[in-house]
Antibody, heavy 121, light 110 residues
């Protein structure tokens, strides 16, 4: 079964750090670009960033709102992508989804169930 | 990168057709045929409904169709059904090699 499962969400204080994981199964993870998308409660989807495959030098890119604070990485041996979040702000509170990206048509075709991150004192 | 503009809500009766617009700029929607649409039911993950402006993934009903004119893309749902009630988001590749989503549209089946 094709699947993405996020984990690692929770409550963290402003200024703190958290690392999310996204475990993939059922498809060739190593050849796929992986993206992170977040959604604040009652709000729309916001693209966070991406990491490309080894063939594309594991290149990363980030939205302006998280650049310099968030880092995306991957471990192809574990079929897992990560989102390291530092210097967290209250406005980072959201459900975080990982999603597989198809480079040929720029579509996000597989989504995880999401993990909730709450930044609050 | 500003979010693409969608109407906050669209409604229709069962069997009717509705259209959701998604307006961007020449740096995103207007510049590339990489517009996709996602359906999201409450508490669920988004689901890909349309990619490359007008292509439907396997398993998606042919009642869903997409198009684009200039800087505006559109999603049309024909033969509206109760199960279509959900939030819909467009997304586009951008000239910065990044991605942007639309503001989202709540579809209500009357």
């Amino acid at each position: 079964e094709v699947q993405l499962v996020e984990s690692g969400g929770g409550l963290v204080q402003p200024g703190g750090s958290l690392k999310l994981s996204c475990a993939a199964s059922g498809f060739t993870f190593s050849g796929s670009a992986m993206h992170w998308v977040r959604q604040a409660s009652g709000k729309g989807l916001e693209w966070v960033g991406r990491i490309r495959s080894k063939a594309n030098s594991y290149a990363t890119a980030y939205a302006a709102s998280v650049k310099g604070r968030f880092t995306i990485s991957r471990d192809d041996s574990k079929n897992t992508a990560y989102l390291q979040m530092n210097s967290l702000k209250t406005e980072d509170t959201a459900v975080y989804y990982c999603t597989r990206h198809r480079i040929e048509d720029r579509a996000f075709d597989i989504w995880g169930q999401g993990t909730m991150v709450t930044v609050s004192s | 990168q500003s979010a693409l503009t969608q109407p906050a809500s669209v409604s229709g009766s069962p069997g009717q057709s509705i259209t959701i617009s998604c307006t961007g700029t020449s740096s995103d929607v207007g510049g590339y045929n990489y517009v996709s649409w996602y359906q999201q039911h409450p508490g669920k993950a988004p689901k890909l409904m349309i990619y490359e402006v007008s292509n439907r993934p396997s398993g998606v009903s042919n009642r869903f169709s997409g198009s684009k004119s200039g800087n505006t893309a559109s999603l049309t749902i024909s033969g509206l059904q109760a199960e279509d009630e959900a939030d819909y988001y467009c997304s586009s590749y951008t000239s910065s090699s990044l991605y942007v989503f639309g503001t989202g549209t709540k579809v209500t089946v009357l």
